[in-house]
C-alpha cells in the first residue's frame, strides 16, 4: 500500500472517532466476553500497555477487580481519552493512567515516560493499521517494548462472520478511493449511529495472523474465538517472544 493511501485511511479513522466518539463510546460500555476471558488469566501484578484503550471501560474493569499492578493506556483520540480519565481521575492516578498517542505515528513507543509493561494488550485497535507494512512495524516496535516473559495479547474483528455485519460493507468510491489502492482484506463500513460515518476495517485471517507473529519473532501462545451473537466476531491470540 502507497503511504498516500494509508495517510487517508488514518485520517478517514481519526475523522471518524473525532466525531462519533460519543456515540461510539455509548456502544462500549461492557467489555466483549474475549476480553473478561483474557482478564481472568492475567498476571495480578503486572504493568500492562493497552494499545488503542478507548474510552477506560478496560481499566474500570481492572479497578473493580482490585488489580494489583500498573496500567497505561493509549489512544489517538482525545475525545475517548477524557471520558476515560474522567472516570478514574480520582481512583487511582498514579498507577493508572491514559495518554494520547497515536500507533500510526513514528516515536509512540518512545514516549511512555520509562514505562515498561510486561503485558501489551491490543483488542480491537490492528484492524484499523492500514497497510502491511505498517502493521509489521507497529508489531516489531511491540515486541522490543517487551521483556523476554512478555505476553502480546490482542483480538482483531471478525465482521465476515455475520450477515449483518457484512450488509455494512461500503465500496472504497465512497471514500474517495479505489479497490486497486487498497489491499487484499481492507474494507470500508458505515456507521449509523447518531449520523452516517465510514471506517477503515482490515480483516485477519488465521494464516495472516501467521505471517505477522513469524515476521515479527513472536510465537503463538494461544488462539480462540469470542463475542458477537454467533461467538466468533472477535479472533484472539496471545503471542510470546521467541
Same mark, same amino acid.
Given at each position: 500500500?502507497?503511504?498516500?493511501?494509508?495517510?487517508?485511511?488514518?485520517?478517514?479513522?481519526?475523522?471518524?472517532?473525532?466525531?462519533?466518539?460519543?456515540?461510539?463510546?455509548?456502544?462500549?460500555?461492557?467489555?466483549?466476553?474475549?476480553?473478561?476471558?483474557v482478564l481472568d488469566n492475567l498476571p495480578s501484578a503486572a504493568r500492562l500497555l493497552d494499545l488503542g484503550c478507548g474510552n477506560g471501560e478496560l481499566a474500570r474493569?481492572?479497578?473493580?477487580?482490585?488489580?494489583?499492578?500498573?496500567?497505561?493506556?493509549?489512544?489517538?483520540?482525545?475525545?475517548?481519552?477524557?471520558?476515560? @480519565?474522567?472516570?478514574? /481521575?480520582? @481512583?487511582?492516578?498514579?498507577?493508572?493512567?491514559?495518554?494520547? @498517542?497515536?500507533?500510526?505515528? @513514528?516515536?509512540?513507543?518512545?514516549?511512555?515516560?520509562?514505562?515498561?509493561?510486561?503485558?501489551?494488550? /491490543?483488542?480491537?485497535?490492528?484492524?484499523?493499521?492500514?497497510?502491511?507494512?505498517?502493521?509489521?512495524?507497529v508489531l516489531g516496535k511491540v515486541h522490543r517494548l517487551l521483556p523476554v516473559d512478555g505476553q502480546f495479547i490482542f483480538s482483531v474483528w471478525q465482521f465476515l462472520?455475520?450477515?449483518?455485519?457484512?450488509?455494512?460493507?461500503?465500496?472504497?468510491? /465512497?471514500?474517495?478511493?479505489?479497490?486497486?489502492?487498497?489491499?487484499?482484506?481492507?474494507?470500508?463500513?458505515?456507521?449509523?449511529?447518531?449520523?452516517?460515518?465510514?471506517?477503515?476495517?482490515?480483516?485477519?485471517?488465521?494464516?495472516?495472523?501467521?505471517?505477522? /507473529?513469524?515476521?515479527?519473532?513472536?510465537?503463538?501462545?494461544?488462539?480462540?474465538?469470542?463475542?458477537?451473537?454467533?461467538?466468533?466476531?472477535?479472533?484472539?491470540?496471545?503471542?510470546?517472544?521467541?
Amino acid at each position: 500500500m502507497l503511504s498516500e493511501t494509508a495517510a487517508r485511511l488514518i485520517d478517514l479513522n481519526r475523522q471518524f472517532y473525532q466525531t462519533f466518539a460519543l456515540q461510539f463510546s455509548a456502544t462500549r460500555q461492557r467489555l466483549q466476553p474475549g476480553v473478561q476471558r483474557v482478564l481472568d488469566n492475567l498476571p495480578s501484578a503486572a504493568r500492562l500497555l493497552d494499545l488503542g484503550c478507548g474510552n477506560g471501560e478496560l481499566a474500570r474493569e481492572l479497578l473493580r477487580r482490585n488489580y494489583q499492578g500498573s496500567y497505561l493506556g493509549l489512544d489517538f483520540s482525545q475525545e475517548l481519552l477524557i471520558q476515560a @480519565s474522567a472516570a478514574l /481521575a480520582e @481512583s487511582e492516578p498514579g498507577r493508572f493512567r491514559f495518554q494520547q @498517542s497515536d500507533l500510526t505515528a @513514528s516515536g509512540w513507543e518512545e514516549n511512555l515516560g520509562g514505562y515498561q509493561p510486561q503485558v501489551i494488550l /491490543a483488542f480491537a485497535a490492528l484492524h484499523h493499521i492500514p497497510g502491511s507494512q505498517l502493521r509489521l512495524d507497529v508489531l516489531g516496535k511491540v515486541h522490543r517494548l517487551l521483556p523476554v516473559d512478555g505476553q502480546f495479547i490482542f483480538s482483531v474483528w471478525q465482521f465476515l462472520n455475520s450477515p449483518r455485519l457484512k450488509e455494512r460493507i461500503q465500496p472504497w468510491e /465512497a471514500a474517495g478511493l479505489e479497490a486497486a489502492q487498497v489491499e487484499d482484506g481492507d474494507y470500508l463500513l458505515d456507521w449509523r449511529q447518531g449520523g452516517h460515518g465510514l471506517r477503515y476495517v482490515h480483516h485477519f485471517s488465521q494464516e495472516e495472523l501467521d505471517d505477522l /507473529a513469524r515476521h515479527t519473532g513472536f510465537a503463538i501462545h494461544s488462539t480462540f474465538l469470542s463475542d458477537g451473537e454467533n461467538g466468533k466476531l472477535g479472533l484472539y491470540q496471545v503471542w510470546t517472544l521467541c
